[in-house]
């Protein structure tokens, strides 16, 4: 054995720790728990007899082409289907081929960005909360990061401005601004298209990329459908992430980035070098299944359920919270934030939770600053079966008027 | 746009350069091109039908489980059925699941291990030649290579101790010595266990890690199988790292680090933000393929198909290859490596190799210092299919001979 690893660490595997949250959530996982901690797509939406029947297929018809290593770039059918039948004509996204890169799912994306543009010691801005994978990809490269408080539709661009400027005095500038426009992790949270113009503008102004993130954008239950920040532009100012994960299924490990071409070409290089290439089989498996047409019928009762969830998460709350605990309702997604009064912490309270068989995550794990939000709490409802939904919500509230 | 990408590239992304080697790849492509480039195995290894089949069962009786996100760990079946049936009872290493990680494939072992320990300007200590996809893991995260040259029982233990006190005299460590033991990429030599003992020995004298790839272990076509570095030692001085691409098939993407807890443990953390978890699809393919104990006899068949092109290949080198050429002629694996006399240069003859629409990958590709190597040259044999080895043997010497 070497005589002592921990001289040997890089700095970011030193700044490396086990996540709490982690820890927690296997807590979370015995099966009397109700859990709306983690992120987890309900597997009734799993279109499992349609993805066996496009198996035996592919396994039938181009078994050699799925089981072969694949190109760096991804599936070219795959990278079609994507441009050509949805993000060009459906998103007017002024895109090809060679601006969209198949990764192993989103996380791989987050991971890679940050690899070609983070060097120690470099800010990123983020909303105050965001998506904890993105803190850690980012992290992990020793990215600073940069919070930006949230209102009502997301990010605030006065209080960006402000920063921006004082960075740009401090002659300093952030590598990108991170953004979950539609249906934010952990917030629930969409912004309105006049709140992106105004960040979009606050990018170019102070020549800076914007990173979209937008694993949920096709969940939307009501309300308007806002244009995506990359379409907004359509000028190389943006970068945009999309996944399978949560509209199809995660286990199939696939993501993409769009972005110019001068990015995309990195991605490449850098992807080449952590993976080779995204899993063939499942890629081509997604493509067949987009080309047959099947994703549209399938997603609509996906959003279905989850709007029923989300109701039925919404009624429960108005029916058993009590006074003092208010929460976002969102218009799509599969998350939605609460606060508590601010007295009160939901990681002092999040055994007594597990005691009563429930279970969350907590809020401040969100904030680029861990010292804030310590009365706020994360809500999963795409996971739970609708039949425990209120009696989850029951117990929650319970543990919160017990320690008000 | 951004005013000026070029300026907020990472260090990292500033060395990335499209690899010369895969831009001459794309050209051996064509179908009328006999390619001993690439590193592929044949198609006709694939178990098609048995896959068919488990996948098939898979779907019918675990698909919740499979599309649903997986732990970053990896599938605990397949770990188990690597440790409890593979490694620890036929390799005599002594570890648990708790030592082996899932990765996607063995290129993210390469990219998570360099992460955990290597920070810009550390040293790692590399063979002349050595596989590239290794080069260019460790370089994506700054570090220098240093090369220690080969001979016939791979990385010479004379220099490597030279070096070693070398950098020690200068208050120099490197962070691992990075060794293909069995059928080395791209050389074909396999280290007896006298030069494993003398290495590791040194490793321990002067308190360094090594880093074991094994891709190709398991095509073994004669010749005694030597233990692992990590058997040898079984006490935490070396990682190792396997696959499944060359023994069942590269499409699945899944490979695996073996090492010590506090090893594996960062290796967890720096997956979790890398890309969450491997395919947990195709890891339960894998671990239900094994279960049905399919595996060993097709790897008969696969070993077997890959003796004969060995064989055609070396029948045919000494049929037309003229004098002055020389090879290795390897025990096992896929590749074989080939030197031209001094003055000639594998580079330059590599396009009058196309117009013979015959194709290698260059040497020097593999040399850390790129500046040696110019007269080698790899070629593959698993690939191509066995009616046509002859002739691309022939093309080839016929390229060599009219360029002496």
Redesign the interface.
């Known amino acids: 054995?070497?005589?002592d690893?921990k001289q040997?660490?890089?700095?970011?595997?030193q700044g490396?720790?086990?996540?709490v949250i982690?820890e927690l959530l296997k807590l979370t996982s015995q099966p009397d728990i109700i859990s709306f901690a983690g992120g987890?797509?309900s597997?009734h939406t799993?279109p499992?007899k349609a993805?066996?029947e496009v198996?035996?297929e592919i396994?039938?018809n181009e078994?050699?082409f799925?089981?072969?290593?694949?190109t760096t770039e991804g599936d070219q059918l795959l990278r079609e289907r994507l441009v050509d039948h949805q993000y060009r004509p459906n998103e007017g996204m002024d895109i090809t081929t060679e601006n969209l890169i198949i990764t192993?799912?989103s996380?791989?994306a987050l991971?890679l960005i940050a690899?070609?543009?983070?060097?120690r010691g470099?800010k990123i801005i983020v909303g105050l909360p965001t998506y904890l994978?993105g803190l850690?990809?980012f992290?992990?490269?020793g990215a600073e990061m940069v919070g930006i408080e949230l209102d009502d539709n997301g990010m605030r661009a006065d209080l960006l401005e402000d920063k921006l400027e004082e960075m740009k005095k401090a002659g300093e500038?952030p590598?990108f601004i991170y953004v979950i426009p539609d249906f934010q992790n952990p917030t629930g949270i969409t912004m309105d298209e006049e709140r992106r113009k105004k960040i979009l503008a606050l990018a170019k102004k102070y020549?800076?990329?914007i990173l979209e993130d937008s694993p949920y954008r096709e969940i939307r239950f009501e309300g308007e459908h806002q244009k995506t920040f990359f379409a907004l532009d359509n000028?190389?100012?943006v970068i945009t992430i999309g996944t399978f994960?949560k509209i199809l299924?995660?286990?199939?490990?696939i993501g993409w980035v769009i972005a110019?071409t001068?990015?995309t070409?990195?991605i490449v290089?850098?992807k080449?070098?952590?993976?080779?290439?995204?899993?063939?089989?499942?890629q081509r498996i997604a493509a067949r299944y987009l080309q047959k047409g099947l994703m549209s019928e399938q997603l609509k009762g996906t959003v279905a359920l989850y709007k029923q969830k989300r109701n039925i998460m919404i009624e429960s709350f108005e029916k058993y919270m009590p006074e003092g605990v208010s929460w976002v309702k969102p218009e799509g997604g599969l998350f939605l934030f609460m606060h508590l009064p601010e007295h009160m912490d939901s990681e002092k309270l999040f055994m007594k939770a597990l005691e009563q068989k429930v279970a969350y995550v907590i809020g401040s794990a969100f904030y680029a600053d861990n010292s804030i939000g310590k009365n706020t709490l994360r809500i999963n409802f795409s996971y739970v079966d609708k039949d425990k939904l209120e009696e989850g919500v029951k117990r929650l509230a319970k543990v919160f008027r017990d320690n008000m």
Do not use: H
């Open positions: 054995m070497i005589s690893l040997i660490w890089s700095e970011s595997a490396m720790q086990r996540s982690r987890l797509p597997p799993f499992k993805l066996k198996m035996c396994m039938d078994a050699n799925v089981l072969q290593y694949g192993t799912a996380q791989q991971d690899k070609i543009f983070v060097n470099d994978g850690s990809a992290r992990a490269y500038k590598k020549d800076v990329l000028d190389g100012q994960s299924c995660p286990g199939f490990r110019d001068k990015i070409n990195k290089m850098a080449q070098a952590a993976d080779l290439c995204t899993t063939p089989f499942t």
